[in-house]
């Protein structure tokens, strides 16, 4: 059974810094691509990153380019986001998922959501 | 980039009733369009890919159709477990839009 555990959420000033983690168990995460996907309260679905098995190619939506990074550990199946300079507007529920095999942000598993609150 | 809308954005319906969300992107995105459904504090449901492609798992009376920049989703027979909040994502790039979701709710 695929499961995707994310972690890491919490409260965090602006301009400061999270990591989150996804446990991904049930299946092959070395060779499966990778996406983060965020919400924020009340609103719609915002696709943030996503990296492929071997992580040689990574993608970021523009709001966080240059500010997140992902990454992944596949000898500990696990994925990562750092996110770096954080703005209230990044305040979310974040998603880790796994993507259909060949694309990179068509999900058909998810994590549970970690909670993100950027605030002073 | 490319936007996604969706109509309409509240649709009230009843249990048995075929239902349709149209999502529409702001150019071509030939067949790479997918129907998520998200219920309240839960995380998203894939349901359909490239267009009208079911995922496995998913009950037959979910359907999806369209090309280009017109694309519906249909539920033939509403069920009380299809109440929720539908949306469409393009994956024509990289740049994987959502639409803004369209909330069905029981009339």
């Known amino acids: 059974e695929v499961q995707l555990l994310d972690s890491g959420g919490g409260l965090v000033q602006p301009g400061g810094s999270l990591r989150l983690s996804c446990a991904a168990s049930?299946?092959?995460?070395?060779?499966?691509?990778m996406t983060w996907v965020r919400q924020a309260p009340g609103k719609g679905l915002e696709w943030v990153s996503s990296?492929?098995?071997?992580?040689?190619?990574?993608y970021y939506a523009d709001s966080v380019k240059g500010r997140f990074t992902i990454s992944r550990d596949n000898s500990k199946n696990t994925l990562y986001l750092q996110m770096n300079s954080l703005r209230a507007e990044d305040t979310a529920t974040y998603y880790c998922?796994?993507?259909?095999?060949?694309?990179?942000?068509?999900?058909?598993?998810w994590g549970q959501g970690t909670r993100v609150t950027v605030s002073s | 980039d490319i936007q996604m809308t969706q109509s309409p954005s509240t649709l009230s319906a009843s249990v048995g009733d075929r239902v349709t969300i149209t999502c529409r992107a702001s150019q071509s995105i030939s067949r790479w369009l997918a129907w998520y459904q998200q219920k309240p504090g839960k995380a998203p449901k894939l349901l359909i890919y490239?267009?009208?492609r079911l995922e496995s798992g998913v009950p037959s009376r979910f359907s999806g159709s369209g090309s280009g920049t017109e694309f519906t989703l249909t539920i033939s027979s509403l069920q009380p477990d299809d109440f929720a909040t539908y949306f469409c994502q393009q994956y024509n790039t990289y740049l994987f839009t959502f639409g803004p979701g369209t909330k069905v709710d029981i009339k």
């Open positions: 049930g299946f092959s995460f070395s060779t499966s691509t």
């Open positions: 990296i492929s098995g071997n992580s040689g190619t990574t």
């Open positions: 998922a796994k993507t259909i095999s060949g694309s990179y942000g068509i999900a058909n598993y």
């Open positions: 490239e267009a009208s």
